[in-house]
């Protein structure tokens, strides 16, 4: 199975989807998480990780003298687990140019909203504000830019009047539950099927076929 790197912030919900596809069919996924990393202590998704016997390491970035300090760092604790992808799930850092060196064609991100709208670290407050009738997520291979890179897959959910009342949690609750399936199927279609990525497209199925 191709190894997976799961790089996270926060809760960590996403991971579990895929610790739970995995589960279900270890065999079959194609892929297995061979760490997880946080750019903090104390993450939810760490607990996690360590629940499930998956090594954790953490990534500071106060600790270092300069974000390129930082981002080598990183790109290190990342490529001492031989990653085939890396999967930045709730990972509320932009990486620099010695990981995107590293990982760039092997790196991909889940975002909150449907790209190239409401990019950034507020997808789902911003198309909120926007007043947006439908949004979603999207997986998709990180570049240098701030979620620009070629799409992988995307996933629609209706923006309801009680949205609006209630804001931002509400839907990115509902945004989340799209996202955690949609996550996990791309995953697995890369890992399993292999992928080539030609400008702005990303072709599933084997190199050459
Ligand atoms: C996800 O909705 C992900 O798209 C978002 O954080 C959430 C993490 O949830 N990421 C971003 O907003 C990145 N800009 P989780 O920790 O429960 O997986």
């Not at 760490?46 to 499930?52: C, I, L, V």
């Not at 106060?62 to 930045?88: F, I, M």
């Not at 949205?163 to 931002?168: I, K, R, S, V, Y």
Request: glycine share 12%; with cysteine; hydrophobic share 40%.
């Amino acid at each position: 199975p191709a190894r997976l790197v799961v790089l996270l912030s926060g809760t960590g919900t996403n991971l579990q989807a895929l610790l739970d596809a995995i589960e279900g069919d270890p065999e079959g996924y194609g892929a297995r998480v061979v760490a997880v990393g946080a750019d903090r202590h104390g993450t939810l998704g760490a607990e996690r990780a360590e629940r499930a016997g998956i090594p954790t390491f953490v990534c500071r970035l106060g600790e270092y003298e300069s974000r390129e300090a930082w981002d080598a760092a990183l790109t290190e604790a990342v490529a001492e687990h031989r990653p085939d992808l890396v999967v930045s799930a709730g990972f509320m850092k932009i990486v620099g140019k010695t990981f995107l060196a590293g990982f760039g064609d092997r790196f991909i991100n889940t975002h909150p909203a449907l790209l190239p709208s409401f990019p950034g670290a507020h997808g789902v407050r911003d198309a909120l504000a926007h007043g947006v009738k439908v949004t979603g997520c999207t997986v998709h291979f990180v570049d240098d830019g701030v979620d620009t890179g070629p799409i992988i897959a995307q996933g629609v959910v209706e923006v309801t009047e009680e949205d609006t009342a209630e804001g931002e949690a509400a839907l990115h609750e509902r945004i989340k539950q799209v996202e955690r399936k949609l996550l996990v199927e791309a995953v697995g279609r890369l890992a399993r099927d292999g992928y080539r990525i030609e400008g702005r497209k990303v072709h599933l199925g084997h190199v050459g076929e």
